[in-house]
């Protein structure tokens, strides 16, 4: 070996770059802490792009038969009622023929009193929509209000909050929204609230939360004992702070479940108030229809186009909210998510004769 040959050691490798490094002149070790930082820059700015595009990804589950059915379901009856009352004519018509069945120019027929039934239709969607939407989020307001801060304060809050809770809890739900809704639409100083749309939202919202604020409760109790929630309360941000950005943020599919079964409750409440006559005079709803089809005898009569779309509109509002509920209770019970697939793992494991014994014990 030619002792006059320049050699390299590890050293001088670590100032060289390239892949013919020992070949070229090396470099300053600030320049390979430069080159390091912008390497690792870059492949935290690509990570967070990569994160970015499916942050929310794990929220809903993928190729969920049930979400997609829910959301159709809604989403076209959410349509009807937005853009129905546009084409039809008014609702409170009575100048068409009475008891007229499904026609050309009545697609849904006619009522006793010669009001088209399919403007009814679409007016009642319209209203029992807002009847829902509105009674969701007040019991929603309400359970967080209950529920999460109950859960996250605790001691004498919790304690109070807690109790009330369980009161309204075992209160029997339909006596109570009568009694109340009786009570308020023949009160004096209400004037057009009374009997209205928005007064029957609040009531079935005011008495519609307590459910909801049980499960927002355990789940407040369990997060304020999170790592992060305590590096938060540690830093000195406030409750509210922390309340609304480290723990909410964490609820958004229970609450949206919760908020779903608010509407699902109140748009059969205020069917089964109108049925009985208690519910919105002022306005028209798939609950009103029912009452007006009852009061008008339309079942003696056989005018079946009187009651029963506005009973399908129901049931199918309710079965697809329900189907949308159940497809977030698979985001927030992942168990629920793979019970499907576990299950069809065991069929075919079973009909293939594979790790299942003759009597029924795994081999």
């Known amino acids: 070996m030619d002792d006059s040959q320049p050699t390299l050691d590890r050293a001088d490798d670590a100032y060289a770059t390239g892949d013919d490094a020992p070949f070229q002149s090396p470099v300053s070790a600030e320049a390979v802490r430069e080159t390091t930082r912008e390497a690792t820059a870059t492949a935290a700015i690509a990570a967070a792009r990569a994160t970015r595009g499916g942050r929310f990804r794990h929220i809903l589950p993928s190729r969920s038969g049930k979400l997609i059915t829910g959301v159709v379901i809604v989403g076209l009856i959410t349509l009807f009622g937005i853009f129905g009352p546009m084409i039809a004519q008014p609702p409170r018509d009575s100048s068409n023929e009475a008891l007229q069945p499904p026609s050309a120019e009545h697609w849904l027929g006619t009522t006793k009193l010669g009001y088209d039934v399919f403007s009814q239709l679409a007016w009642g969607t319209q209203g029992s929509l807002f009847i829902g939407l509105v009674a969701g989020l007040v019991a929603l307001f309400l359970a967080v209000v209950f529920g999460v801060f109950a859960g996250y304060f605790g001691g004498v809050l919790d304690e109070v909050l ?168 698979e985001v927030v019970n992942p168990k629920l998510r793979l019970a499907p697939e576990n299950a069809k793992r065991q069929r075919r494991a079973a009909k293939a004769g594979k790790g299942v014994a003759d009597t029924g014990a795994f081999a």
């Open 162 to 329: 807690t109790l009330f809770t369980n009161i309204v809890l075992v209160i029997p739900g339909l006596p109570v929204v009568m009694v109340i809704a009786a009570y308020v639409q023949t009160a004096e100083g209400l004037g057009p609230l009374a009997r209205s749309s928005l007064l029957v939202a609040l009531v079935l919202g005011i008495t519609g939360w307590a459910g909801s604020a049980v499960v927002l409760r355990a789940q407040a109790r369990s997060l304020r004992t999170r790592e992060y929630v305590a590096a938060a309360r540690v830093a000195g941000e406030k409750p509210g702070r922390i309340i609304f950005v480290e723990i909410l943020p964490n609820l958004v599919p229970l609450l949206a479940a919760q908020f779903i079964f608010g509407v699902i409750f109140a748009v059969l409440g205020e069917a089964g108030l109108s049925y009985l006559g208690l519910g919105p005079t002022g306005s028209i709803t798939l609950g009103t229809m029912l009452n007006d089809a009852q009061t008008g005898q339309a079942v003696g009569t056989g005018a079946w186009w009187w009651f029963v779309p506005p009973g399908l509109i129901i049931a199918a509002l309710g079965a697809g909210l329900s189907l949308i509920n159940f497809a977030i209770d």
